[in-house]
Nanobody, 126 residues
Framework: QVQLVESGGGLVQAGGSLRLSCAAS????????MGWFRQAPGKEREFVAA????????NYADSVKGRFTISTDNAKNTVYLQMNSLKPEDTAVYYC???????????????????WGQGTQVTVSL
């Protein structure tokens, strides 16, 4: 079992930055691919970014490429999402997720993730 706790959300003006953190506990952090997803009111949960447990492979949704960066600190069992140049359309609840995978594998489909955090609200104002 893996427990995930997100933090770092908040209210920011358009063009600003936030860094989300996801702390994992329970089973060893290694061997779990990690992802960030978001869900806006009335919309389905969507993929944002993912990273292999080795940290060498990443993938991003087109809407956030060049603005968001996913990274891990395996010593701290933590995955981060650095969000720059934020836009109002980035407003959503952001969730981190984990699933077992091979070292270089990045997992994108939401249905393949086994463990989820409780989410953290990100609101971007004009």
């Amino acid at each position: 079992q893996v427990q995930l706790v997100e933090s770092g959300g908040g209210l920011v003006q358009a063009g600003g930055s936030l860094r989300l953190s996801c702390a994992a506990s329970g089973r060893t952090f290694s061997s779990y691919a990690m992802g960030w997803f978001r869900q806006a009111p009335g919309k389905e949960r969507e993929f944002v970014a993912a990273i292999s447990w080795s940290g060498y492979s990443t993938n991003y949704a087109d809407s956030v490429k060049g603005r968001f960066t996913i990274s891990t600190d395996n010593a701290k069992n933590t995955v981060y999402l650095q969000m720059n140049s934020l836009k109002p359309e980035d407003t959503a609840v952001y969730y981190c997720a984990a699933t077992r995978a091979q070292p270089m594998v990045v997992v994108i489909p939401v249905v393949l993730y086994d463990y989820w955090g409780q989410g953290t609200q990100v609101t971007v104002s004009l």
